[in-house]
């Protein structure tokens, strides 16, 4: 029974750079993120079969948030109301954002911050199930889900896309694979695990959780006549 984001058709993400008095955005923040954009709609695309479609709506200019920099430092991800400063930017980043951005139909806000920053350590998101992200409204409503990456992914060999569809999975109610600070066999192999593991693949069987593979893919059998049997794929 829990609300979540668009599984099938097409979906409305918003990318919005937000800065600060004391930490002004860069110039031309899109070829930090353009290919980052196409890469995270491939692979959506690809991994639903083509059931589900991104469209990407960008804010043409930073965004200036009300505060300096320095009243919202995040140290380290967890969940969104028990993370200090956590609510704040999210309220402060919304409310700056609603006169200069066309909220209408946007499912996720993707922001990001100014290039070497350093207030954001690794993440921040929200998610459908929290009011603390469905409550604040827009002049065009309320979005399901958000996500800003920090430090974390400015690393080598990380990436923006792979954080971004990873939390519009969780966003569409695809469960995390074991704990994100615990190793486990599995958490490479699955986005769902980690988005920077050895491969960004999303399993068959969370294909078949969001409602993305065909009938004809999916072999079903009762439990009664369960046997030995040979699958040719």
């Avoid at 058709?9 to 930490?23: E, N, R």
């Avoid at 469905?134 to 990436?159: A, C, L, Y």
Wanted: aromatic share 12%; charged share 20%; net charge negative.
């Amino acid at each position: 029974g829990v609300t979540h984001a668009t599984r099938t058709g097409t979906v409305k993400w918003a990318l919005i750079p937000i800065d600060f008095s004391d930490l002004p955005g860069e110039n031309n923040f899109n070829s930090r993120v353009e290919e980052q954009m196409k890469k995270a709609s491939t692979w959506i695309s690809t991994v639903s079969g083509g059931k589900l479609t991104v469209e990407w709506v960008v804010a043409k200019d930073w965004i200036r948030v009300s505060k300096p920099s320095t009243d919202y430092k995040i140290d380290r991800s967890d969940n969104l109301e028990r993370v200090p400063n956590a609510i704040k930017l999210w309220n402060d980043a919304m409310l700056a954002s609603d006169p200069n951005f066309d909220f209408t139909g946007i499912q996720t806000v993707n922001f990001i911050l100014p290039k070497g920053q350093t207030i954001v350590n690794e993440t921040l998101q929200g998610f459908p199930w929290q009011p603390e992200v469905t409550s604040v409204k827009t002049n065009e409503g309320s979005v399901s889900s958000f996500s800003i990456p920090g430090q974390f992914f400015d690393m080598h060999n990380r990436e923006y896309w792979s954080y971004w569809v990873h939390e519009y999975g969780h966003a569409i109610a695809l469960p995390h694979i074991g704990s994100s600070r615990i190793a486990n066999p599995f958490l490479g192999l699955d986005i769902m695990g980690n988005q920077d593991g050895e491969s960004r693949e999303l399993s068959g069987w969370m294909r078949f959780v969001a409602g993305w593979l065909d009938d004809d893919k999916v072999y079903c059998k009762e439990l009664t006549n369960l046997q030995s049997t040979e699958i040719t794929l």
